[in-house]
């Protein structure tokens, strides 16, 4: 019971500080709204200083800031609420003041508007212990960067303090559906600044980023048909690279971008292909006459892991890029689909069907352990963060799409909703990932 009211203090303080950001402070164009449970142990204290005339600029820089740190699960932010002095110069920290409130860190920073009409941002991160500074930046920006300066900010104190990439400044892309529409949406990884990258009556399905971050590849039905496309997120332009006889479903890239990895039933049944990411002749890769499907690179790129039923039931299965021996990879339950690489190439990601339940569950190559890492009832599509800490997924219930992320070890939960429609298919893009033009 102690550690269900620790659990729940921490969802009611994330929680209104997010809603703080996304209902008073955000732009009204914001698609996702996120809540944010967490159950992990140790959190870092920090304190984020309301950033030196940030009332002058269009954008607040420290919110965001404490949104990104606060919803990772791994930082307690301090409450400055009621204090009479809060520090913006070196000169101004009472380290003695802040360490007897339990803080280990803490940011002071400042916005400057310039006559050019863009800012100066700068910040700096103090060890409290030790009094000293760890981390400072200056950026000049013009108004409409102060947000994505916001998330470099973030990513720096996150790599400062945990020793591991922030995934901030990265992008996600997932499908909306609005009433009788589909839009394929690139977003910031926090869910605003949402651009659709295509709409269409028909469904979009399957979206996967190249590994620079400079393509997505999807499915699309805009042909009354389910056709592989590949869009370059810089030009805008797109090329049908798959529209075999059958269907044409489930691209995934190779590590290198240059190779997808299908599912085609142009000889009757689905079975696993690869074929130029350009477009081209499909080479076939697995040879059964059972289902196999919904296929990814491992991590690098000399197998490929993919869902066949030819056990009867819908399992994981690894085969050598060129074909070959077929090894099973899953035993537990009796169906486990849609697989995901970790960056790392140590983890597959997958859903696993427990007690009627669609769950979120990883697989560790090396030892076969499987752990469970959401309750369901009805979750899909699991997208591995850049630096691999986190998995983003598709989560619904009460018939309505929204994504959900999980921490890789299950600590920290987090749901996005959009207001506007139903969320599903999510994709986390690499690190470099690119906006819709």
């Known amino acids: 019971m102690k550690g269900s009211v620790r659990v729940l203090s921490v969802f009611i303080r994330v929680h209104l500080w997010l809603m703080l950001l996304f209902c008073g402070?955000?732009?009204?164009?914001?698609?996702?709204?996120?809540?944010?449970?967490?159950?992990?142990?140790?959190?870092?204290?920090?304190?984020?200083?309301?950033?030196?005339?940030?009332?002058?600029?269009?954008?607040?820089?420290?919110?965001?800031v404490g949104s990104n740190l606060a919803r990772t699960g791994l930082f307690r932010i301090a409450n400055t609420t009621g204090l009479s002095k809060l520090p913006t110069a070196p000169s101004e920290i009472n380290f003695l003041d802040w360490s007897s409130r339990g803080m280990e860190a803490l940011v002071i920073?400042?916005?400057?508007?310039?006559?050019?009409?863009?800012?100066?941002?700068?910040?700096?991160?103090?060890?409290?212990?030790?009094?000293?500074?760890?981390?400072?930046?200056?950026?000049?920006?013009?108004?409409?960067?102060?947000?994505?300066?916001?998330?470099?900010?973030?990513?720096?104190?996150?790599?400062?303090?945990?020793?591991?990439?922030?995934?901030?400044s990265t992008k996600i892309a997932y499908v909306l559906k609005r009433g009788n529409t589909f839009e394929l949406q690139v977003a910031d990884a926090d869910g605003f600044n949402p651009q659709a990258v295509l709409k269409s009556v028909e469904p979009i399905r399957s979206p996967k980023w190249s590994p620079d971050g400079t393509k997505l590849a999807y499915v699309s039905f805009e042909n009354r048909k389910s056709s592989v496309f590949v869009q370059d997120l810089v030009t805008g332009q797109r090329r049908q690279v798959a529209n075999f006889k059958g269907?044409?479903?489930?691209?995934?890239?190779?590590?290198?971008?240059?190779?997808?990895?299908?599912?085609?039933?142009?000889?009757?049944?689905?079975?696993?292909?690869?074929?130029?990411?350009?477009?081209?002749?499909?080479?076939?890769?697995?040879?059964?006459?059972?289902?196999?499907?919904?296929?990814?690179?491992?991590?690098?790129?000399s197998e490929i892991i993919f869902v066949s039923d030819r056990s009867g039931g819908p399992q994981l299965y690894s085969v050598p890029v060129g074909g070959g021996t077929v090894k099973r990879l899953t035993f537990e339950g009796s169906y486990n689909v849609n697989p995901r690489m970790s960056p790392d190439g140590k983890l597959v990601a997958f859903i696993a069907r427990e007690e009627g339940r669609l769950r979120v569950a990883t697989l560790e190559l090396a030892t076969g352990q499987v752990t469970v890492l959401t309750d369901g009832p009805l979750d899909d599509s699991p997208s591995f963060s850049p630096n691999g800490r986190t998995i983003l997924y598709e989560s619904k219930a009460g018939g309505r799409g929204t994504l959900g992320a999980v921490s890789a070890d299950g600590r920290v939960k987090q749901k996005l909703s959009s207001a506007a429609g139903d969320v599903r298919e999510p994709a986390w893009g690499p690190y470099g990932t690119s906006g819709a033009r």
Request: net charge negative; no cysteine.
């Open 109 to 168: 920073g400042a916005i400057e508007p310039l006559p050019d009409g863009r800012y100066s941002v700068s910040f700096r991160l103090f060890d409290v212990a030790k009094q000293m500074q760890t981390a400072g930046m200056s950026y000049t920006v013009a108004a409409t960067q102060l947000r994505a300066t916001a998330h470099k900010i973030s990513d720096e104190i996150y790599e400062k303090l945990l020793g591991e990439r922030g995934v901030f």
């Open 247 to 301: 269907d044409n479903y489930a691209p995934n890239w190779s590590p290198d971008g240059k190779t997808l990895v299908v599912a085609l039933s142009k000889d009757a049944i689905s079975q696993i292909y690869t074929l130029p990411a350009t477009g081209g002749e499909a080479t076939r890769v697995t040879q059964s006459s059972s289902i196999d499907t919904n296929a990814t690179f491992n991590g690098d790129g």
């Open 25 to 64: 402070l955000a732009p009204v164009h914001a698609q996702l709204v996120i809540d944010v449970t967490t159950s992990a142990g140790r959190q870092i204290p920090i304190a984020i200083m309301p950033f030196a005339k940030e009332d002058m600029a269009p954008q607040n820089v420290t919110p965001v």
